[in-house]
């Protein structure tokens, strides 16, 4: 005869599998393995490779800078450095305020907006695109795709930026005397103008391109052009409280090239190649092309500082985002 023992009371368990009923989806297995490593997502990788990319290229950039003649050259007002973190911000600023309009994002988006600023800025343009795309796929609930909005921003951004670009090229065509390219004016004025008018082909072929509403391309594009045109001010603001008595003609020619070299593709520290370009166009005018230089570098050095910060959080917080 066969001894038959109750049923024990004691929960079964292994070191490999466990039974859970309280949180099973429906229709889904009770045993969950435990010792299974979680797989990561693809937009987690992506972003831990660019935070290792970014942190490496922080201290690439780190190498060539000097501190000294850095510190030496700013300003000590607290009026420059509200100015300039106002100036810094604008952009992220701007984008956040289109994205809320569209997709409802909270706070928490303005640290995504600036890493896509910096990935922009001290790795590739458009990779901060990549990164705030993958970010949208996880971090904000919708119903389709985020791929046509940022592909769409994006567009109208580099649209507002020719359109301003021509607006500051007309203004900055009387003082071109100003600078050693006097006896080439003409070409330039119309190479650059042929060069970006070449942006606005998008709005002939809206339908096939765009995924938004026409409401919300022109809401985007007015986000932009107020975006563009704050930043330009705040930079002559700059500019003035360092060498408050150089005329306006100079910031206007230095705001266009600023435009322009804005307007090159997949180019990064547009800051660096502005001060490079601004610097050579100058000629003599040392105090001018050493401001350029001075903002160059500090602009380079608030880069690298957020780089490092949120590469650190990144590895630090790993895949438990």
Same mark, same amino acid.
């Given at each position: ?39 990561? $997502?693809?937009?987690?990788? !992506?972003?831990? #490779? =660019? +935070?290792? @990319?970014?942190?490496? /290229?922080?201290? &690439? ?15 000590? $007002?607290?009026?420059?450095? !509200?100015?300039? #973190? =106002? +100036?810094? @911000?604008?952009?992220? /600023?701007?984008? &956040? ?24 800025? =001290? ?199």
């Amino acid at each position: 005869m066969l001894n038959h023992e109750p049923p024990s009371d004691k929960v079964m368990t292994s070191p490999t599998l466990a039974l859970s009923t309280s949180n099973a989806a429906p229709g889904a297995s009770g045993f969950e393995a435990q010792d299974r490593t979680r797989k990561w $997502s693809w937009g987690q990788i !992506l972003t831990t #490779a =660019l +935070s290792l @990319l970014v942190l490496a /290229a922080a201290v &690439w950039q780190a190498r060539g800078l000097n501190l000294s003649d850095i510190t030496a050259l700013v300003p000590s $007002s607290p009026l420059f450095w !509200l100015v300039f #973190a =106002l +100036s810094y @911000l604008a952009g992220p /600023a701007s984008e &956040w305020l289109i994205f809320r309009k569209l997709w409802g994002v909270t706070a928490q988006a303005m640290g995504a907006l600036i890493r896509k600023l910096i990935y922009n800025e =001290l790795l590739l343009g458009y990779l901060g695109e990549v990164y705030f795309y993958t970010w949208a796929r996880r971090k904000v609930p919708m119903d389709a795709t985020p791929f046509g909005a940022v592909k769409d921003v994006a567009i109208m951004s580099a649209v507002a930026g020719n359109v301003m670009t021509l607006a500051f090229i007309a203004l900055a065509y009387p003082y071109l005397a100003l600078l050693p390219l006097k006896q080439y004016g003409n070409d330039i004025a119309w190479s650059l103008a042929f060069v970006v008018a070449i942006s606005l082909v998008p709005f002939l072929l809206r339908r096939q391109i765009f995924s938004l509403t026409r409401r919300e391309l022109w809401t985007v594009f007015g986000v932009h052009v107020a975006r563009i045109i704050a930043t330009t001010a705040l930079n002559a603001v700059l500019w003035a409280l360092v060498l408050p008595d150089v005329e306006i003609g100079w910031w206007l020619v230095l705001s266009a090239i600023r435009l322009l070299v804005s307007r090159l593709p997949f180019v990064p520290n547009k800051d660096v190649v502005f001060a490079g370009i601004a610097v050579l166009a100058l000629g003599q005018d040392v105090e001018i092309a050493a401001l350029m230089a001075m903002m160059a570098a500090l602009i380079l050095s608030t880069h690298l500082i957020l780089a490092l910060f949120f590469g650190l959080f990144d590895l630090a917080k790993g895949d438990r985002r």
